[in-house]
């Protein structure tokens, strides 16, 4: 049986639809913030290996999430325990594939006629599932039960029917348990919808007619990769970037080091040079980093790739034992959001010498905060939890993004009012952060800051993200973008400087913190940059006036409110360049 293309591209533009519609479900049922506002969640459909056949990509580490879960679930239960009706759940980093305790997967069989199909899946962050700190995402946890409940493949529901035990004993595990309960019977009602909807595209093309074109799609995004590696040239490379440190050991950068080597059409990539596992929790499993490699491939290659296995076949990958991407049980892995983007980093920076016309200098990384405590008004614990992104690095031929999410972290910044209706904490100010983005031909994104100021008691605060102490890298004789920092009571004589990645902070009522998020690295020589866009960057306010002229070489000046050009200096200081 042969599907024609136009059969092909209908079907795959239907299973993209079923994933976007499963997705819609997840976050309008969410309970918390986090699903209903940041969208920390995916969803896919898989074969019945377990293999990805299509994914809404929100969070492109879960590539390699799902998959390593659905085999965790298979290796669990005979296909005489898989029922119609079934809800597996899963979220260990080592018994399956979860990057962290509070990302959840829930699994559901797909029957058509009778016969297992495929599974439809959904991996989603859960507000508090346990742990040390309110969040689940201690800074300073040192190995995995310090960072929550921890479930192996087990049954949610059984033949529809909710296995209670399970969702008791999660409830018991949480300080948020309604929301985390909610959470999660929204996760099985969104891929509930894709079992229908799979089911419906067999009933109308046949089975099949399905399944030979997730085959074949899967096959046409492994030759469409292929193809584009074969036209670059052969050789090795290497990359590497830094993450500021693990919690733990506050001095010691950790280090994500990979070599690339091309040949033909096959790429293999060595990631054995890695710093070894750490301490603190900025580890992060194989399968993630291999995802990571995907996520790579799909931006230098075609952004328009449908999303499937095929992907994970071009993927060739060494690890080393032990090392912070290939760590040891029970080594913490729940901050590993720094490491997997600076793992891109690295992975981008060893590919650029085959693709040189898509470069991009480093970007500001992730950052995940978490407020906890319990609101006097409603005498319920709380947790707020927020995931911020920055500017990103100046791309070949194009500035940075300012303020938005990027690479592997896709999630959306929570709207303020949406923080300020739902828990004790009043947001004051938010805003870019003018010469944060690192000069260069092409600029880099701004950082951006934003002031919170406690109406609680006493909250527990955590954080994790990275480049307060390691600048976003220029390339290209760019300049680096500016630091990210965490200070809280900044205005007071006890203002307090805060590490990248910690856990279990004290605020009292009336306290404030002032998140600042790194900009990104710029590309190029600045004394490169159009003095036109110099000149606009200033009227903007993304650079000032002193930093136009030191790293620009552009002479401005102000007088009653007009900008004005200098231009006889201006040539003097980009002459002497």
Same mark, same amino acid.
């Given at each position: 049986?042969?599907?024609?293309?136009?059969?092909?591209?209908?079907?795959?533009?239907?299973?993209?639809?079923?994933?976007?519609?499963?997705?819609?479900?997840?976050?309008?049922?969410?309970?918390?913030?986090?699903?209903?506002?940041?969208?920390?969640?995916?969803?896919?459909?898989?074969?019945?290996?377990?293999?990805?056949?299509?994914?809404?990509?929100?969070?492109?580490?879960?590539?390699?999430?799902?998959?390593?879960?659905?085999?965790?679930?298979?290796?669990?239960?005979?296909?005489?325990?898989?029922?119609?009706?079934?809800?597996?759940?899963?979220?260990?980093?080592?018994?399956?594939?979860?990057?962290?305790?509070?990302?959840?997967?829930?699994?559901?069989?797909?029957?058509?006629?009778?016969?297992?199909?495929?599974?439809?899946?959904?991996?989603?962050?859960?507000?508090?599932?346990?742990?040390?700190?309110?969040?689940?995402?201690?800074?300073?946890?040192?190995?995995?039960?310090?960072?929550?409940?921890?479930?192996?493949?087990?049954?949610?529901?059984?033949?529809?029917?909710?296995?209670?035990?399970?969702?008791?004993?999660?409830?018991?595990?949480?300080?948020?348990?309604?929301?985390?309960?909610?959470?999660?019977?929204?996760?099985?009602?969104?891929?509930?919808?894709?079992?229908?909807?799979?089911?419906?595209?067999?009933?109308?093309?046949?089975?099949?007619?399905?399944?030979?074109?997730?085959?074949?799609?899967?096959?046409?995004?492994?030759?469409?990769?292929?193809?584009?590696?074969?036209?670059?040239?052969?050789?090795?490379?290497?990359?590497?970037?830094?993450?500021?440190?693990?919690?733990?050991?506050?001095?010691?950068?950790?280090?994500?080091?990979?070599?690339?080597?091309?040949?033909?059409?096959?790429?293999?990539?060595?990631?054995?040079?890695?710093?070894?596992?750490?301490?603190?929790?900025?580890?992060?499993?194989?399968?993630?980093?291999?995802?990571?490699?995907?996520?790579?491939?799909?931006?230098?290659?075609?952004?328009?790739?449908?999303?499937?296995?095929?992907?994970?076949?071009?993927?060739?990958?060494?690890?080393?034992?032990?090392?912070?991407?290939?760590?040891?049980?029970?080594?913490?892995?729940?901050?590993?959001?720094?490491?997997?983007?600076?793992?891109?980093?690295?992975?981008?920076?060893?590919?650029?010498?085959?693709?040189?016309?898509?470069?991009?200098?480093?970007?500001?990384?992730?950052?995940?905060?978490?407020?906890?405590?319990?609101?006097?008004?409603?005498?319920?614990?709380?947790?707020?939890?927020?995931?911020?992104?920055?500017?990103?690095?100046?791309?070949?031929?194009?500035?940075?993004?300012?303020?938005?999410?990027?690479?592997?972290?896709?999630?959306?910044?929570?709207?303020?009012?949406?923080?300020?209706?739902?828990?004790?904490?009043?947001?004051?100010?938010?805003?870019?952060?003018?010469?944060?983005?690192?000069?260069? *031909?092409?600029? @880099? =994104?701004? /950082?951006?800051?934003?002031?919170? %100021?406690?109406?609680? &008691?006493? +909250?527990?605060?955590?954080? !994790?993200?990275?480049?307060?102490?390691?600048?976003?890298?220029?390339?290209?004789?760019?300049?680096?973008?500016?630091?990210?920092?965490?200070?809280?009571?900044?205005?007071?004589?006890?203002?307090?400087?805060?590490?990248?990645?910690?856990?279990?902070?004290?605020?009292?009522?009336?306290?404030?913190?002032?998140? *600042?998020?790194? @900009? =990104?690295? /710029?590309?190029?020589?600045?004394? %490169?940059?159009?003095? &036109?866009? +110099?000149?606009?960057?200033? !009227?903007?306010?993304?650079?000032?006036?002193?930093?136009?002229?030191?790293?620009?070489?552009?002479?401005?000046?102000?007088?009653?409110?007009?900008?004005?050009?200098?231009?006889?200096?201006?040539?003097?200081?980009?002459?002497?360049?």
């Amino acid at each position: 049986m042969t599907v024609d293309p136009i059969t092909l591209q209908v079907i795959q533009a239907r299973l993209a639809g079923i994933v976007q519609e499963m997705q819609n479900s997840l976050f309008r049922t969410g309970y918390s913030t986090i699903i209903r506002e940041s969208q920390d969640a995916s969803c896919a459909i898989l074969n019945t290996q377990g293999e990805v056949i299509a994914q809404h990509v929100v969070l492109p580490l879960h590539m390699g999430a799902f998959p390593a879960c659905a085999a965790a679930i298979l290796k669990t239960f005979s296909l005489d325990e898989i029922h119609p009706g079934d809800a597996f759940i899963i979220n260990h980093p080592y018994l399956g594939g979860s990057p962290h305790a509070p990302d959840m997967g829930v699994f559901t069989p797909i029957y058509y006629d009778n016969e297992l199909v495929g599974f439809a899946a959904n991996m989603a962050h859960k507000s508090d599932i346990g742990g040390t700190v309110p969040g689940s995402g201690s800074g300073n946890a040192r190995e995995i039960y310090q960072e929550g409940l921890h479930l192996p493949p087990v049954k949610f529901m059984d033949q529809l029917r909710p296995v209670k035990e399970i969702e008791a004993m999660i409830a018991a595990n949480s300080r948020t348990a309604t929301l985390v309960i909610g959470d999660l019977r929204g996760q099985v009602g969104a891929a509930r919808l894709g079992e229908r909807r799979i089911a419906e595209l067999m009933q109308r093309y046949g089975k099949d007619t399905i399944i030979e074109s997730t085959e074949r799609l899967s096959a046409y995004t492994e030759n469409r990769v292929r193809q584009a590696i074969a036209t670059w040239p052969d050789g090795e490379s290497e990359g590497e970037s830094f993450v500021d440190h693990d919690g733990i050991d506050l001095t010691k950068p950790i280090r994500i080091h990979v070599k690339v080597k091309k040949t033909g059409d096959k790429l293999h990539f060595d990631f054995s040079g890695s710093s070894d596992q750490t301490q603190g929790p900025a580890n992060i499993r194989p399968p993630l980093v291999r995802a990571a490699c995907a996520y790579c491939l799909v931006a230098l290659v075609d952004r328009f790739l449908p999303i499937n296995q095929g992907l994970a076949r071009v993927i060739d990958a060494t690890f080393r034992d032990g090392s912070v991407v290939d760590p040891r049980f029970p080594a913490a892995v729940n901050t590993y959001m720094p490491t997997a983007l600076t793992a891109a980093e690295a992975i981008l920076s060893a590919l650029a010498p085959f693709v040189p016309d898509k470069r991009i200098a480093g970007g500001s990384g992730s950052a995940a905060l978490v407020l906890g405590g319990r609101d006097a008004q409603t005498n319920r614990a709380y947790v707020h939890y927020e995931i911020f992104s920055g500017g990103t690095g100046a791309r070949s031929g194009k500035d940075g993004v300012s303020a938005t999410a990027f690479h592997l972290s896709n999630c959306k910044t929570a709207p303020i009012e949406i923080i300020e209706s739902e828990f004790p904490t009043r947001v004051e100010r938010f805003e870019m952060i003018p010469d944060s983005g690192g000069a260069g *031909e092409w600029r @880099g =994104g701004l /950082g951006f800051a934003r002031d919170y %100021r406690i109406l609680a &008691d006493e +909250v527990r605060f955590s954080m !994790r993200t990275d480049k307060h102490a390691i600048a976003p890298f220029g390339s290209d004789k760019g300049l680096p973008g500016g630091k990210g920092a965490c200070v809280v009571n900044l205005e007071s004589k006890d203002a307090k400087h805060l590490p990248s990645r910690f856990g279990d902070h004290r605020l009292q009522r009336n306290n404030t913190i002032r998140v *600042e998020r790194p @900009g =990104g690295g /710029g590309l190029g020589d600045p004394f %490169r940059r159009s003095v &036109d866009k +110099v000149v606009e960057d200033v !009227r903007q306010g993304y650079v000032s006036i002193d930093s136009a002229r030191s790293q620009y070489g552009v002479a401005l000046h102000v007088a009653g409110g007009e900008l004005t050009l200098q231009e006889q200096e201006t040539a003097i200081l980009r002459g002497k360049n």
